[in-house]
T-cell receptor, first 114, second 114 residues
Framework: KAGVTQTPRYLIKTRGQQVTLSCSPISGHRSVSWYQQTPGQGLQFLFEYFSETQRNKGNFPGRFSGRQFSNSRSEMNVSTLELGDSALYLCASSWGTPQGNEQFFGPGTRLTVL | GENVEQHPSTLSVQEGDSAVIKCTYSDSASNYFPWYKQELGKRPQLIID?????GEKKDQRIAVTLNKTAKHFSLHITETQPEDSAVYFCAANWLDGGADGLTFGKGTHLIIQP
């Protein structure tokens, strides 16, 4: 079974631009969660989508948004990029049920904002 | 919201010795506690998890214990090997409604000395 994939793997943007990251979950998984990883703040939860609906959201500004498609693939968007948005963005997929909520991570997208 | 504290931030042990990493959580509603291992430049990998209806779980050299009353859980690695060197993250989640947003600890850098 193929694992979680993310594209692109690396991105360089400048302040003020916007960016869209993509995540394809493990086949059959309906939940996709997004995390931001930085050396200072560690792993922080952004939001979770299940069956095209946002079920849960972390404490990030509205510049961070996401969506999920009918095939469970998910995208996240960051608008008006700031230097502090430089991070590794990880997505994780799971079945999304209490009995099947083990999350499996993708390789991440390394975003650098200049 | 949930808050997870993890200690120590760095742990150096001799090869063959045991390593223990401890985490505390704040939300008594949390009922799922996974542990992830992240090697340099790689994605976090789920190594073991425990649910609140269980006090201990073992998988070969790795074990996790949970004390719901004290709201803390620990990772135990016995007979450590060089390939155990990595950053380990604990996390907590609540499963009511199936929401999948994990709250992570800041991580423990485990160093296995030869």
């Amino acid at each position: 079974k193929a694992g979680v994939t993310q594209t692109p793997r690396y991105l360089i943007k400048t302040r003020g631009q916007q960016v869209t990251l993509s995540c394809s979950p493990i086949s059959g998984h309906r939940s996709v969660s997004w995390y931001q990883q930085t050396p200072g703040q560690g792993l922080q939860f952004l939001f979770e989508y299940f069956s095209e609906t946002q079920r849960n959201k972390g404490n990030f500004p509205g510049r961070f948004s996401g969506r999920q498609f009918s095939n469970s693939r998910s995208e996240m968007n960051v608008s008006t990029l700031e230097l502090g948005d430089s991070a590794l963005y990880l997505c994780a997929s799971s079945w999304g049920t209490p009995q099947g909520n083990e999350q499996f991570f993708g390789p991440g997208t390394r975003l650098t904002v200049l | 919201g949930e808050n997870v504290e993890q200690h120590p931030s760095t742990l150096s042990v001799q090869e063959g010795d045991s390593a223990v990493i401890k985490c505390t959580y704040s939300d008594s509603a949390s009922n799922y506690f996974p542990w992830y291992k992240q090697e340099l430049g790689k994605r976090p990998q789920l190594i073991i998890d425990i649910r609140s209806n269980v006090g201990e779980k073992k998988d070969q050299r790795i074990a996790v214990t949970l004390n719901k009353t004290a709201k803390h859980f620990s990772l135990h690695i016995t007979e450590t090997q060089p390939e155990d060197s990595a950053v380990y993250f604990c996390a907590a989640n609540w499963l009511d409604g199936g929401a999948d947003g994990l709250t992570f600890g800041k991580g423990t850098h485990l160093i296995i000395q030869p």
